[in-house]
């Protein structure tokens, strides 16, 4: 009767057939090993490079990530506006002319505020690189916060003046003064001070960011990038 199993001089074969596979993962495990800690070293060395030695980057970045998200929506400046509105008022019938109502009003003192949102700001924000000795930290622009708008009614300057046969003076009026929000926002919006918010964000950031700046070694540079709208 024969037996169903491999002779003796078909075993070398046998055993081959099923270690190389478990050699070429051995040494694929290693491969990847060796190059895990080259990745780990140059992380480090490069690190070493930009951080005080007595500075635990890790800590350093995960503090300054936790101080920045717990500000979800930063106010980082805001701007003292003068908007104004001019409504004029036409009366025809047929060919007649009745003249025309028209009042012209101002807000001076009126604010805004712009925000930047910070609840995905995360490690990828943080730029490091060695070579220029340089930490850059990326944020969004500036946006303005159009929930956040005080226009000044308290020192109102308004001209007003009705048409020849109308005496509405005061009803275009009151919807002059209905405009001046929208027009308080679209003064924001303007990039002359689009200009200026960007230069008071840079430095509510940099105040925000004290912590990681300070544990950087001596000249190395922490630049505060505003993405372009």
């Known amino acids: 009767m024969s037996e169903n199993r491999p002779r003796a001089d078909a075993l070398p074969g046998v055993v081959l ?12 495990a290693v491969v990847l090993w060796i190059i895990t800690l080259a990745v780990v070293h140059a992380v480090t060395v ?28 930063l106010v980082v400046a805001s701007a003292e506006l003068t908007p104004e509105v001019t409504k004029s008022e036409s009366y025809w019938i047929w060919w007649f002319y009745f003249g025309t109502t028209t009042a ?12 930047i949102p910070l609840d995905n700001f995360s490690e990828s ?6 070579s220029k000795k340089l930490v850059r930290v990326h944020f969004p622009a500036p946006r303005l916060d159009e929930e956040m708008v005080a226009v000044n009614l308290q020192h ?4 007003k003046a009705s048409a020849w046969a109308r005496f509405n003076k005061e009803e275009v009026a009151a919807e002059a003064r209905g405009m001046l929000r ?19 964000a840079r430095k509510t950031l940099e105040h925000l960011l004290a912590p990681l700046k300070g544990a950087l070694k001596e000249g190395v540079r922490m630049e505060v ?5």
């Open 17 to 28: 057939r099923y270690l190389w596979p478990v050699g070429f993962l051995a040494a694929a």
């Open 46 to 73: 490069h690190t070493s490079e930009l951080f005080k030695p007595n500075i635990s980057v890790t800590t350093i970045l995960h503090s300054t990530i936790n101080d920045v998200r717990k500000e979800a929506k």
């Open 104 to 115: 012209r009003v101002k807000a001076p003192g009126s604010r805004v505020q712009y925000i």
């Open 125 to 130: 924000n943080i730029e490091q690189i060695p």
């Open 156 to 159: 109102l300057e308004e001209w």
């Open 182 to 200: 929208e027009a308080t926002l679209e003064v924001g919006k303007k990039e002359w001070v689009q200009t200026q918010v960007r230069a008071d």
């Open 225 to 229: 990038m505003l993405e372009e709208k």
